[in-house]
């Protein structure tokens, strides 16, 4: 829903502004109405602004599985630093069950 009204809301609020106050007004108040806006999203989701990769588990286990499939041999058992993650973390994280089963392409293709 957002991605069809939101920008037929901008359009309407940017021709209101120009309307009433020029297009430097509409300018002035697309800027402001979008710092507001982040300024309120910033307040009422606290945990986005905390939010660091570094030390989130998730993050971690999703980066441990990456550098395991890159490189096999230097994969550890121990996805996240022992400073950041507190005793059970010396465990293999599962493989994500597979979602989407892959659809066969051009490479599958025989000669």
């Known amino acids: 829903m957002s991605y069809t009204v939101g920008p037929k809301l901008g359009d309407a609020r ?5 309307g009433r106050w020029g297009a430097t007004g509409a300018l ?7 710092a ?8 009422a989701l606290p945990s986005v602004i905390a939010y660091d990769s570094r030390t989130d588990r998730h993050a971690a286990a999703v980066r ?3 550098d395991a499939e890159l490189s096999p041999s230097s994969a550890t058992t ?9 005793s059970p973390c010396g465990i293999l994280w599962p493989e994500p069950p597979l ?3 892959r659809l066969p392409g051009p490479q ?4």
């Open 28 to 34: 002035w108040t697309g800027g402001l109405g979008a």
């Open 14 to 18: 940017a021709g209101w502004a120009a």
């Open 99 to 101: 979602l989407v089963e």
């Open 36 to 43: 507001v806006g982040i300024a309120a999203l910033a307040v």
């Open 108 to 111: 599958d293709a025989g000669p």
């Open 64 to 66: 441990f599985q990456r």
């Open 78 to 86: 121990d996805p996240v630093d022992s400073a950041v993650c507190p």
